[in-house]
């Protein structure tokens, strides 16, 4: 069964993409978490495993591109997700090792990148 990590400190964006993930992608299973901090502790229990993580790159607490570098040592593919048009930002997370950055929209379309991304 393939599992999804979540790293969003909107709790209610969080709970309600999982919610839509699990019926409309192969991921039924997630785990999520509010800050980066937490995110770091779920990456430091070796026990708990993952095939795709979602990233908020406008967390408030800043320091995503440093949490997206860190999945990607762990060969995990990583969409980062950003309201903002920053383009320093997309490339940051993307030399950090994001496998697309992508400005939130529709649900639609948010699904549809998740399902490209887990086919490659």
């Not at 209610?12 to 800050?35: P, Y």
């Amino acid at each position: 069964m393939k599992t999804i990590l979540l790293v969003d400190d909107h709790n209610l964006f969080r709970q309600v993409l999982a919610v839509v993930l699990k019926h409309r992608t192969v991921f039924k299973e997630n785990i999520q978490a509010g800050s980066l901090a937490e995110a770091r502790q779920i990456l430091a229990d070796r026990d708990v495993r993952f095939d795709l993580a979602i990233v908020d790159l406008d967390h408030s607490e800043g320091g995503a591109t440093e949490l997206i570098d860190k999945l990607y040592e762990f060969d995990v593919p990583v969409l980062a997700l950003t309201v903002g048009q920053s383009l320093g930002g997309r490339t940051r997370a993307l030399q950090a090792g994001a496998a697309e950055v992508f400005h939130l929209a529709s649900d639609e379309e948010i699904v549809g990148v998740v399902n490209g991304l887990i086919s490659e």
